[in-house]
């Protein structure tokens, strides 16, 4: 059942985004739902952690926990063929779905896939591809594509894990275009020590979940709205834009928590609709 509409899909959308990278001079971001982001820079595309398909929906379809869809698709992920290059901050389908990126890669078959080091196997064997086929990032050693310069920090989804090598499972990325900085957090709770980490990048954008953790709905831990309210208060960013709600009935939140936390704290904020888009 969808019944919240995209302020901009399909034709509409697509043209919005090349409009906007023809700029070139100021970043441009649309969010596609739950934690999935568009960035433009210097006629360049990133594309964040897209879920832009209904694989959890049937999956999960006569089960007791249905993932009933609630925004519509604003596009087809074949349609973003021109991306640069894709990222999946961990392993769970709605950041990591190969409904969506099979036919995103099909478009353009050499676009890297930006993965943590410690989730290349798995993400390989999801998308029927080789390890060496991805990209693997690590705290250590940061991917540069393009304009895009991407550095991999610690996410805690419940909480921090590792692999055998000490590489995060899960994943934010800090993303440098030029002089912009954008956190892109993917899925987490606050850990101790994140705001001082994230105080060295003077992030200008911060992409926060904020529809919290519920463990008897099966709701993975994630930030609730006050929560990213204070850790982009506390870390420093200039402005902070919520995600991760208004995709699926049984895990979402409404974004008054978060407005009403960000304005007590004098934390700049921005709401989005599905499909739109922000620009500096």
Known sequence: MQHITPALSDDELLADIRAAGQERVTPALWWLGQSGFLLAWQGAYLLLDPYLSDSLTRKYAG????HIRMTAIPIQPERLAFVQAVTSSHNH???????????????????PVIVSAANRAFAAERL?????????ITRDK???????????????????????????????????AGP?????????????????????WRIGIAL???????????????????????????????????????????????????IGAAESLGQGYRVLRCGERFTW
Do not use: W
């Open 63 to 66: 089960t007791p926990k249905p």
């Open 93 to 111: 389908t709605d950041h990591l779905d190969a409904e969506t990126l099979l036919p995103l890669l099909a478009a353009n078959p050499e676009l």
């Open 128 to 136: 029927a591809v080789a390890p060496e086929r991805l990209t693997g």
């Open 142 to 176: 940061p991917v540069s594509i393009g304009p895009f310069t991407l550095y991999a920090v610690p996410a805690a989804h419940e909480q921090r894990e590792q692999d055998e090598a000490g590489h995060e499972k899960y994943i934010g990325l800090v993303v440098q």
């Open 180 to 200: 912009h900085t954008i956190y892109h957090s993917g899925d987490t709770l606050r850990y101790e020590g994140m705001a001082e980490l994230l105080r060295q």
């Open 208 to 258: 926060l979940p904020i529809n919290g953790r519920d463990p008897a709905r099966g709701v993975a831990g994630n930030l609730s709205g006050a929560e990213a309210a204070q850790l982009a208060h506390d870390s420093g960013a200039r402005l902070v834009i919520p995600c991760h709600y208004d995709m699926f009935t049984f895990n979402t939140a409404s974004p008054d928590e978060f």
